[in-house]
């Protein structure tokens, strides 16, 4: 059954949190997609792995590359699994494809948003109601991740 996780940001941007978690993801050997609400939102986060960090480096690439299969992280604002990712990241309120297929699925939402607190909120139950697995993480003052259910 797919692990399903759902991520507060509270203390700080996606921007700054996503890329430790895809590093992490990496890592392990597995393929992800990032999915976004937008395709203006994919192309700024395409920008931002780019540069987020002078001595890293983030193998990825957006769905618009002729290349996305290949790709070990893939930008995307649609639900296809162009690049048969084993993780699914869901940010900014995208909704999500079938979850079926993934070892995990991520949300990750601004804890400052309202309609992204709401849409977490109501994948949570829906997930919940479907009989899934659930944990959720919370930042701490300091920007760690703590385990709250």
Not at 20 to 49: F, I, M, N, Y
Not at 55 to 73: G, N, R
């Amino acid at each position: 059954m797919t692990e399903i996780l759902f991520y507060h940001l509270t203390e700080s941007k996606l921007e700054d949190a996503l890329p430790p978690l895809l590093e992490k993801s990496l890592e392990r050997g597995w393929k992800v997609a990032v999915q976004t609400a937008t395709e203006e939102r994919r192309d700024v986060l395409d920008v931002h792995l780019w540069t987020f960090r002078d001595d890293s480096f983030m193998p990825h690439s957006s769905d618009l590359s002729e290349t996305a299969a290949e790709q070990p992280v893939l930008l995307t604002a649609s639900g296809e699994n162009r690049n048969a990712a084993n993780v699914r990241f869901i940010v900014d309120g995208a909704e999500p494809p079938p979850i079926d297929g993934y070892e995990r699925v991520v949300f990750m939402f601004d804890g400052y948003d309202a309609a992204q607190l709401d849409g977490a909120r109501g994948q949570w139950k829906k997930m919940k109601g479907e009989g899934h697995t659930l944990t959720y993480w919370q930042q701490s003052p300091e920007g760690r991740w703590q385990k709250k259910a």
